[in-house]
């Protein structure tokens, strides 16, 4: 596969004929425009360290950027969120604008992905995530040239059930949604979501089969409780969903590639074969600004124990692993939504939006909350799809999920929190034959369960960048090939804090398929069980695999683990913890270097089945070298020199080419580590090491006449 090229479905040109539907709407265009370091002194050596780290220049830092957040993190009431509080806030005050561009912006995306030069030389996200994210973005783009807007509203009924009175929409008229409506001005809004997909795909069939579609919403200080449902032909329980079809240059409705993907349906035959129709060029967005929530409807509330009690944490039946929510759903739309006939297939893969076979869709801005399974997922034959900006929470699956198929997907700036009620699933997740896909400046607190970002079972060229995790129960981010072979993953920049059970990252393989080309960079981990754990197969291992370290041995080759912070890991309750963990003998060419690991409960680095047998690191399956080891609570050595606050084995300390000395980080309590100015880590790292172009808040890592990069995620100024 050449990477160099963004990867396309293989489409058919099977030549079916729609139904004849009545054509409505007129047709109104939006043409789419893209929118030198001071000297100092040198640092004098830390009378504790072994090793010297070589001789540098202090460079001087910029103003630090303002956080994110102030990793705070709200208590778990168990109370669902509600449209108009804190968490998403009405703003009646929002500025309108006159422009409904059919798009997500323009093809500039913040932070390090601004700076992608114009002679991009591979559009892989793994190899270059910020020309693959340009790229993405502009094909989506030249699509949009001629744009035809739909506008949905809620239903004076539907507003009233809700116990608000008046009307929610400036105007003479009240413009309330009604299906009788031709739904193409704010004045006289579509009530349902359906309606609008049916009218664009009339639309487009009637103009010409081509041109994009935008799915304006109105929005206020009310709810919809209408999943969004983003398919060409496909039949859910009751309900017929339709949308504008992709036609190829023969004007022939374009399927995928069915003996690749399938994916189960009720109906007959005659559906079963259109099935992987393909919908297309639709963007989904509020109208000017205002609120849009998507409310599913269900609380989810801990499962009573033997004794009666809630099973919470504390409890002898509760499990970090397993244990589920009980759902209780009172919506418009269903009661129970396993049994429910409109439900019927929502429960395996549909979420509060579903996009389905799909290809150049955006989905921006909008509020999904109390999901009674997904909040927003992609699947099937997907391509070109864009989730931005949205915020999702209180799930009973995934907050966001591609799987099954899709490829060349962007999940950028969501908002993800109180997911996996269910005790399924990920936060975010990318899994099941994924490609090309970049996971960005998304932000994931209070999980149910399970992992926050998660990168699995045949996955192909992902980028997980400059994501932020708090208080994740199980894990910051997860990355493992399950029992489909799996390549070129990249996890760079992410801060990932605060989970008493989980690891920052996890590299494993469940099933013993083969991993290949990972590379781990500039990651900021603290307040986690352990850092960086590059593990084995680790589920229903069993007693025995103590006594035979091959059955914890999976295929697992070239992993890079360079320059990344980790501090504060394992802790009291837990028993343990470690800054790095290797436990995979199955593993070759796994390189650990100019990386920090500081201040772990039990051992700053743990070394399982990867010894030789006089103790030494074995060399075949992992180099680990110019990294930075120190636990501040013990000063004491052992008769080779080290701190034995390392780890539980001397031997298992390769010295050389290691230093044992604190890093010493700004403020480390209050979770700044970027390296002070006496840092005997800057331009430490060492000159042979594949170090990546930028530090963990964009930062350059060599710049001026600086050629040696500094060891750790931060690159100091």
């Known amino acids: 596969m050449d990477d160099n090229e963004t990867i396309t479905v293989d489409q058919g040109n099977d030549s079916v004929s729609a139904p004849d539907t009545p054509t409505t709407g007129e047709e109104n265009t939006n043409t789419v425009t893209d929118s030198e370091p001071d000297e100092a002194s040198q640092i004098n050596e830390y009378p504790s360290q072994k090793g010297t780290p070589p001789d540098y220049k202090k460079k001087k830092k910029p103003p630090l950027p303002s956080e994110k957040s102030d990793g705070?993190?709200?208590?778990?009431d168990g109370q669902p969120p509600v449209a108009g509080d804190d968490q998403y806030p009405i703003d009646d005050d929002a500025e309108e604008t006159t422009d409904e561009n059919p798009v997500s912006g323009d093809a500039n995306v913040p932070g390090c992905y601004e700076m992608a030069s114009d002679a991009c030389t591979s559009f892989s996200p793994y190899d270059s995530p910020e020309?693959?994210?340009?790229?993405?973005?502009?094909?989506?783009?030249?699509?949009?040239?001629?744009?035809?807007?739909?506008?949905?509203?809620?239903?004076?009924?539907?507003?009233?059930?809700?116990?608000?009175?008046?009307?929610?929409?400036?105007?003479?008229?009240?413009?309330?949604?009604?299906?009788?409506?031709?739904?193409?001005?704010?004045e006289k809004p579509l009530a349902t979501f359906k309606?609008?997909?049916?009218?664009?795909?009339?639309?487009?069939?009637?103009?010409?089969?081509?041109?994009?579609?935008?799915?304006?919403?109105?929005?206020?200080?009310?709810?919809?409780?209408?999943?969004?449902?983003?398919?060409?032909?496909?039949?859910?329980?009751?309900q017929m969903y339709k949308g504008p079809f992709l036609y190829d240059s023969n004007g022939n409705q374009v399927k995928g590639n069915t003996t690749t993907y399938e994916v189960s349906y009720y109906g007959d035959s005659d559906y079963a074969d259109a099935k992987a129709y393909?919908?297309?060029?639709?963007?989904?967005?509020?109208?000017?600004?205002?609120?849009?929530?998507?409310?599913?409807?269900?609380?989810?509330?801990?499962?009573t124990g033997s004794d009666g009690q809630p099973v919470v944490f504390g409890h002898s039946e509760w499990d970090v692993d397993d244990t589920a929510m009980m759902r209780t759903c009172a919506s418009p739309r269903w009661k129970d939504p396993i049994t429910d006939p409109y439900t019927a297939g929502f429960f395996g893969t549909m979420g509060m939006i579903s996009i389905h076979n799909a290809h150049r869709i955006t989905v921006e801005d909008i509020n999904v909350i109390n999901a009674p399974t997904f909040g927003i997922v992609i699947y099937g034959v997907s391509d070109h799809v864009v989730i931005k900006n949205n915020n999702i929470s209180n799930t009973y699956a995934s907050g966001v999920a591609a799987m099954f198929g899709p490829q060349n997907v962007i999940i950028d700036g969501n908002d993800v929190s109180y997911a996996c009620a269910g005790s399924a699933q990920e936060n975010i997740s990318a899994k099941a034959n994924v490609s090309h896909v970049a996971i960005i400046n998304n932000r994931v607190t209070n999980s149910y369960n399970d992992a926050a970002i998660d990168v699995s079972t045949g996955y192909h060229h992902v980028y997980v960048g400059h994501n932020e995790v708090i208080g994740a129960t199980t894990g910051g981010i997860y990355v493992e090939a399950q029992n489909v072979d799996s390549d070129h993953v990249w996890i760079d920049g992410n801060r990932i804090h605060d989970s008493v059970y989980g690891d920052c990252i996890r590299l494993a393989s469940e099933q013993r398929a083969n991993t290949e080309d990972v590379k781990i960079t500039s990651n900021v981990c603290y307040n986690t069980l352990r850092g960086i754990w590059i593990a084995g197969y680790f589920h229903l291992i069993g007693e025995n695999a103590k006594l035979d370290p091959t059955v914890v041995g999976v295929p697992m080759h070239n992993v890079s683990v360079?320059?990344?912070?980790?501090?504060?890991?394992?802790?009291?309750?837990?028993?343990?913890?470690?800054?790095?963990?290797?436990?995979?003998?199955?593993?070759?060419?796994?390189?650990?270097?100019?990386?920090?690991f500081s201040?772990?409960?039990?051992?700053?680095?743990?070394?399982?089945?990867?010894?030789?047998?006089?103790?030494?690191?074995?060399?075949?399956?992992?180099e680990f070298k110019n990294n930075i080891t120190f636990c501040s609570d013990s000063v004491e050595k052992d008769e080779e020199g080290n701190l034995k606050c390392l780890s539980d084995n001397a031997k298992e300390m390769p010295v050389a080419g290691n230093y044992q000395f604190d890093p010493l980080f700004a403020d480390p309590e209050n979770g700044d580590f970027h390296l002070s100015n006496d840092s005997t880590a800057i331009d430490a790292g060492s000159h042979n090491t594949d170090a990546p172009d930028y530090d963990f808040e964009c930062d350059l890592r060599l710049f001026d006449d600086n050629t040696t990069v500094d060891i750790g995620a931060d690159e100091y100024y």
């Open 131 to 186: 020309c693959f994210i340009k790229k993405i973005n502009a094909e989506i783009e030249s699509n949009a040239a001629i744009n035809t807007t739909y506008y949905v509203a809620i239903t004076q009924g539907e507003y009233q059930a809700q116990g608000l009175q008046g009307c929610p929409f400036s105007g003479t008229v009240c413009p309330w949604g009604s299906d009788t409506n031709d739904g193409l001005t704010p």
């Open 72 to 76: 705070s993190i709200p208590a778990k």
């Open 562 to 596: 360079l320059n990344n912070t980790v501090y504060g890991t394992g802790n009291e309750l837990m028993g343990f913890g470690s800054g790095f963990a290797m436990s995979n003998p199955g593993a070759t060419n796994v390189v650990v270097e100019n990386n920090i």
């Open 278 to 303: 393909i919908i297309s060029d639709i963007s989904i967005k509020p109208h000017q600004n205002e609120s849009v929530t998507i409310d599913g409807g269900c609380a989810f509330t801990p499962p």
């Open 599 to 622: 201040t772990s409960y039990k051992n700053t680095v743990s070394f399982q089945y990867v010894l030789r047998d006089d103790g030494t690191l074995n060399s075949d399956i992992i």
């Open 195 to 238: 309606e609008a997909f049916s009218r664009m795909k009339d639309h487009k069939e009637a103009n010409g089969k081509t041109g994009h579609y935008t799915l304006s919403i109105r929005g206020g200080k009310f709810t919809y409780s209408e999943p969004i449902v983003v398919t060409a032909y496909a039949f859910y329980g009751a």
